[in-house]
């Protein structure tokens, strides 16, 4: 199956670096909605940016004012994008980085607490960062059930007992929580994680995947689920 992506920005030094990845990837990608991150262009670059595709531009360093201006920009579109994904039973949403330390975690929780607000329906949080993932610790909440333990209980589980099984945010929010320990990461490594996302889905409206930063077999599934 093509790998498609709802959005991706691009974080570059330079509009010629910045370029560079937008020809390489918007061609293969052309659903994807592009956000360039990058210094000041010049109007002849923010030209050139345009016509490859793009459809935002967010200045380095970033300030507040610039960063809830893009969000509300986003919002608009996600909403004008409603009428092709109403009839979907489920949305997916992949919150994936290149490298650490960028704050990938921290989207992927507010993502989720976001749409479980506004949305009012029930939206799963998983963490897939299998050997050190943190959603719990960003949530204050305890240890419980994990991708590990859905892995292992596949054959029997079905929608509702994996709605009754996940751990429960005092907001409403549901979550899955990576394994306990490296073991335990091994196990789901080792196995396709095919069968355990389309139970996911099945079960619940919304999935945001925390994929972390490295790129394995259980990332791609994630991703390739959009």
């Not at 109007?43 to 960063?67: I, W, Y």
């Not at 960062?129 to 959603?135: P, R």
């Given at each position: 199956?093509?790998?498609?992506?709802?959005?991706?920005?691009?974080?570059?030094?330079?509009?010629?670096?910045?370029?560079?990845?937008?020809?390489?990837?918007?061609?293969?990608?052309?659903?994807?909605?592009?956000?360039?991150?990058?210094?000041?262009?010049?109007?002849?670059?923010?030209?050139?940016?345009?016509?490859?595709?793009?459809?935002?531009?967010?200045?380095?360093?970033?300030?507040?004012?610039?960063?809830?201006?893009?969000?509300?920009?986003?919002?608009?579109?996600?909403?004008?994008?409603?009428?092709?994904?109403?009839?979907?039973?489920?949305?997916?949403?992949?919150?994936?980085?290149?490298?650490?330390?960028?704050?990938?975690?921290?989207?992927?929780?507010?993502?989720?607490?976001?749409?479980?607000?506004q949305k009012k329906q029930e939206v799963l949080l998983a963490d897939f960062?299998?050997?050190?993932?943190?959603?719990?610790?960003f949530l204050d909440l305890a240890q419980g059930y994990s991708v590990f333990d859905l892995m292992e209980n596949l054959d029997r589980m079905d929608a509702k007992l994996l709605a009754k099984s996940v751990g429960k945010h005092k907001s409403g929010l549901s979550v899955l929580a990576c394994p306990r320990n490296p073991e335990e990461s091994e196990v789901v490594f080792s196995r396709d994680p095919g069968k355990m996302i389309d139970l996911l889905k099945e079960t619940f409206p919304w999935v945001i995947f925390d994929a972390g930063h490295e790129l394995n077999a259980t990332t791609l599934a994630c991703v390739r689920t959009l």
């Open positions: 199956a093509q790998l498609q992506l709802g959005y991706a920005q691009v974080k570059a030094k330079n509009w010629a670096e910045a370029k560079k990845i937008l020809e390489n990837f918007q061609g293969k990608l052309p659903r994807t909605r592009w956000t360039l991150s990058a210094p000041a262009l010049e109007p002849e670059e923010l030209v050139d940016f345009m016509r490859l595709g793009a459809s935002d531009f967010l200045k380095q360093p970033l300030s507040e004012t610039d960063f809830q201006s893009f969000l509300a920009r986003f919002k608009n579109w996600e909403e004008a994008g409603k009428d092709s994904s109403s009839e979907e039973p489920h949305r997916i949403v992949s919150v994936f980085s290149c490298k650490g330390g960028v704050g990938v975690t921290l989207c992927g929780v507010n993502a989720a607490l976001a749409l479980h607000r960062v299998l050997q050190h993932g943190n959603t719990g610790h």
